[in-house]
């Protein structure tokens, strides 16, 4: 790695201004919060919050990192506690406004954890769900290795630095670990975990020599690990005599009474060393040269609080290799609340804030100025501020990816949704072009069977270095080509979801934190989405773009049984924000479906990623042209396959591999009720937001008139029309239909956990097969 300024020993002036920067920041943190506590009106009576303590433990870290050591392509995952600390930092940078900060926590205010999409461009991963920032770094720099190997970023200049800013309780979520196992197979670079290691959680002290385990496991992965135990003052105090035996007392002491003692004082601290070491001349003679402000001082001055510490750290990185940062720090550092085990959710009473304004310096009534109480003249200190590096905004403007008019595959009179996606793929990797280019697929071990082998046999895997396929170097037969190189397009994960969703969030940000736009698209077993659900979330929060494809899906996968049945997913796809699911019944369908996908990615105002419900189910395929209107109408959600005449009272809907069912089920019906309809539905979640956009807009005002497109499908039966819907899934996702235009429901689905069998016993056993649909469909309301 290139040599920055970072790396450079910072000069005396340099350290004199950041460390009264990072005084100043941890003012303005503690303000921020006490403001919207204490200060701002509250009409609700609801607690506000916002982690005074866990702000000032982690404040001289952040201010060495954004206001000396970060360079412009470096990104960042900022501890959600700390939001209060990032948000002074960029109002002292001019990025942020005091509005903003005034309502932080409130409506349109500064957030209580960093969003990309709340708060300004200058967030570059949103956090919020801990673990979760830390491990997506993790992926943005597999990502950055892509993009980079590929040259579709410049590789002229450094690549940047993906940096996790992590609470030690953190490491208690599982899916760390998972990240940190994954990654170390592809070899990832340029990644930082900078561990505030306070040594409290929510509601105590963690547990005595975590930092060894901690060591372990990154050392294991092959991370460098450097650990920042004491700062400057202590190191100094440790060359004196008796400072041996003091270097000792303070490694010796345990977690919770370092905790005590920090929120105690001086007084506490002289009492306990002389206690624990009655007999040594030489350290009481260290100690009683402090007084007891002093004493505290030197005793809380551990290295994570320590500006010329941390900027040692941080130059002292080796390589390009993964690095681990253990700071130690003291929760409240600098605050009335220091060390206090109950400090996690606590905050200074207005006593408390008064006192510490006035050792901050900061005049009454100058509370949000960003230069009072400062210890260095403003000129100095604006033209610091003016010179550092990392005050840039987001990589915008990306050229979209064209897409063809139409994606084509080879027909088959039988096939299955999921067959028909393996298909779609090979046919885009055959033409090749931006769009294949662009794609990049992922998977949690379970490639082939969701049906990427022949997308992966043409573009191979993804790896730092080339790596032959033994088995076809050995002549063994096999229809995969496992090819690995830096120009393949698929990136294998371990079997773990957390890992695939965190992956998608990094590829699917590739155009905002790299500059280069990516099309990821990432497949796994449907029930299993229910593992990464936390991750999914994170990635859809942050408005990533990416393809979930999710198969095979329901009962339909009849002889695996309930633990590889999924039942609740439909509910997943319509509840999630910022993911539209599609469930199409047929392999023309899914073209349609797909083709849009990727031009959705792309949509700057209304885009969002796409989840698509597929099947392993073989099923006939109609004969037909999809034509603009069928196509927009698949989009949209819906269809008439057979439509019904004006004021028919009978109807049967359906999403899905349960199509021939609800055909023969229909065929039947139709003998005694000629004018009935048969709907298919292609997406519930689609035709649900439309209709609710529009009831929002009525609500308002504002509709001028329109109609949703799932009125507009309704509105030729009669208004006591009665129709079933049909799902291999929980019924509920498409049985609100019926409140549309007040209809009658009978709703079939699967509301109970999976069956092994074949499919005629098992659809007999959960209702959905033709029988329990006709007979739901002819049925009166209320049993008659």
Sequence with gaps: ??????????????????????????WLASWTIHNANHLRESRDGLKVGGHQASCASVSAIMTALYLHVLQPEDRVAVKPHASPVFHAIQYLLGNQSLEKLKAFRAF???QSYPSRTKDNDTVDFSTGSVGLGAAVTNFAALTQDYLRMKDMIPTDRPPGRMIALV???????????????????????????????????????VNEQLFRIIGRFFRAVGWNVITLKYGSKQMAAFQKPGGTALRRWISDCPNDVYSALAFQGGPAWRKQIMADQPHDQDLHALIGSYDDAGLHELMCNLGGH?????????????????????????????????????????????????GYQKSAGVPEGAEWDPMAGMTVPEDRVRAFLSRVPVKRTRLQEVAKVPVPAALTYKRTATSSTQEVFGKLLLEIARAGGPLADRIVTTSPDVSVSTNLGPWINQRGLFAREDRADEFRERNV????????????????????????????AALGLSESLFGARLLPIGTLYDPFIARGLDALNYACYQDSRFILVATPSGVTLAPEGGAHQSISTPMIGMGQPGLTSYEPAYGDELAVILRYAFDHLQDDTDGGS??????????????????????????????????????????????GAVAPQALEAFESLRQDHPGAGLMAITSADRLYRDWQRIERARLEGTDGGAMAHVEDLFEPLADDARFTTVIDGHPVAVAWLGAVRGHSVAPLGVETFGQTGDLIDIYAHYGIDADHIRRAAARKPNGR
């Design 167 to 205: 609470g030690d309780a953190e490491l208690d979520e599982g899916n760390v670990y998972e990240a940190l196992m994954d990654t170390w197979k592809h070899d990832i670079r340029n990644v930082w975990w900078v561990i505030d290691y306070n040594r409290q959680s929510l509601d105590g002290v």
């Design 477 to 504: 037969p096999s229809a995969q080509k496992w090819v690995r190189s830096p120009r393949g397009q698929h990136i294998e994960l371990g079997i773990a979801e957390n890992d695939l969703f965190l992956n998608l």
């Design 610 to 655: 796409v989840y698509l419900r597929l099947s392993t189910r073989p099923i006939a395929q109609p004969e037909r042209t999809v034509g603009d209107d069928l196509s927009d109408q698949i989009i949209r959600g819906g269809y008439w396959v057979v439509p019904p005449e004006k004021g028919a009272k009978l109807a049967v809907v359906y999403m």
């Design 1 to 26: 790695m290139d040599q920055t300024a970072a790396d450079m020993p910072a000069s005396e002036e340099t350290i004199e201004i950041l460390e009264a920067m990072e005084a100043k920041i941890r």
């Design 306 to 354: 320590d500006i010329p510490a941390l900027l040692h750290m941080f130059s002292t990185v080796p390589d390009d290799r993964p690095t681990c940062f253990i700071a130690y720090t003291i929760k409240g550092w600098g605050l009335p609340l220091m060390g206090h085990k109950d400090n996690h959710a606590g905050l200074m009473t207005p006593q408390q804030m008064a």
């Design 108 to 110: 349109g205010g500064a």
